[in-house]
């Protein structure tokens, strides 16, 4: 039960220094291996190979940048709603936990064979629809499949981690949280060329 209690709640039980120590360095680990994959992040969940010339190892500026933005924004959204302001650690050690597992869909791409070049054959043979691309569509539907809960349990993990640090809940919480999400968004979308490309 307590399992169950952690997964549904982490941020009530675990937090600060001590949860910055273990998620930090996995996320870190999570964007080596999006680098290794050449995967990158231009989005809160968005997760492709981009045909743009990235310098070297931005994906992990990319996660840190878009944790960081999370927390900037929770810590405002805290201030403006008069309520005590979040300390730091706890801000980037939750939202750092929120990411791992949208991170671990990372390994998702070399477990059912998704490429680069395969991604882009799929794309380039849609009407024809060859026997490459009926293969790639498969691992593409697979992954999809089995990285969604992933990214609906990063949803929620980036929801709880907001909910804890601002104290706000219901409907109100959702709502904040929204915009929130929305504002982080289209922030990275549109500064995603001047950071991270060369």
């Known amino acids: 039960m307590k399992a169950l209690q952690l997964l549904q709640k982490p941020f009530d039980y675990w937090g600060g220094v001590n949860l910055l120590a273990v998620s ?30 990235v310098f070297e190892f931005a994906q992990i500026l990319q996660v840190l940048y878009i944790i960081i933005l999370f927390s900037v924004f ?6 403006i709603a008069k309520r005590r302001l979040p300390r730091l650690v706890d801000l980037l050690a939750s939202y750092s936990a929120a990411r ?6 990372v390994l998702f791409f070399p477990l059912f064979g998704i490429t680069g070049e395969s991604t882009r054959a799929l794309l380039g ?4 629809m060859d026997e490459f691309a009926n293969q790639a ?9 089995c990285a ?31 915009a929130l999400f929305f504002a982080v968004e289209v922030i990275v979308q549109f500064t995603f060329s001047l950071l991270f490309t060369h």
Do not use: C, D, R
């Open 137 to 145: 569509l498969i691992k593409l539907t697979l992954f999809a499949l």
């Open 24 to 53: 930090l360095p996995l996320t870190v680990a999570g964007a080596l291996g999006a680098y290794w994959l050449n995967i990158h992040f231009t989005g809160s969940l968005n997760m492709h190979f981009v045909q743009v010339p």
């Open 148 to 178: 969604l809960p992933f990214l609906i349990y990063t949803v929620y993990l980036h929801y709880s981690s907001f909910s804890v640090n601002t104290g706000l809940k219901g409907a109100k919480g959702v709502i904040s949280f929204t």
């Open 74 to 79: 929770t810590g405002a959204v805290s201030y």
């Open 100 to 105: 791992i597992p949208l991170l671990i869909t």
């Open 125 to 128: 043979n849609l009407e024809q």
